[in-house]
């Protein structure tokens, strides 16, 4: 999978390493990740409004979005992952519930010893 971080300033390397080493533990819940687009925005100074990180996840389909706001970049991080985590459980249950439902066979009725005489 690729990661993409966009960001108006530098980050720590130590940062860049919690994005990636989060991110890459997405794929051992859904497999079909092709890349991640990681947006990280600083706040307006007060640590009430902190770092706000939104990632949208490509993936067959609908992309999946999730977005935290924390005065921890690492701990908005970490929340952002987690709510992906739950939206890729919840995507690959409908998908499954989807693909997967069998239609159940018709069942024939049995016919009468009557009604086998009435075939032509």
Known sequence: MQITIHK???L???TK???NEKVNKL???YDRIERADVYIKDGDGNAAHGHTVS???AIPGNDLVAEYNDASIKRAIAEVTEALRR???KHKEKNNDHHHATPQPAMA???DDDEE???V
């Open 87 to 89: 939206q890729i459980k």
């Open 55 to 57: 990632v949208r996840l």
């Open 17 to 19: 390493q919690v994005i």
């Open 109 to 111: 009725m049995p016919l």
């Open 12 to 14: 720590l390397e130590s």
């Open 117 to 119: 005489d009435n075939i």
């Open 8 to 10: 108006s300033g530098e």
């Open 27 to 29: 794929e051992t819940f």
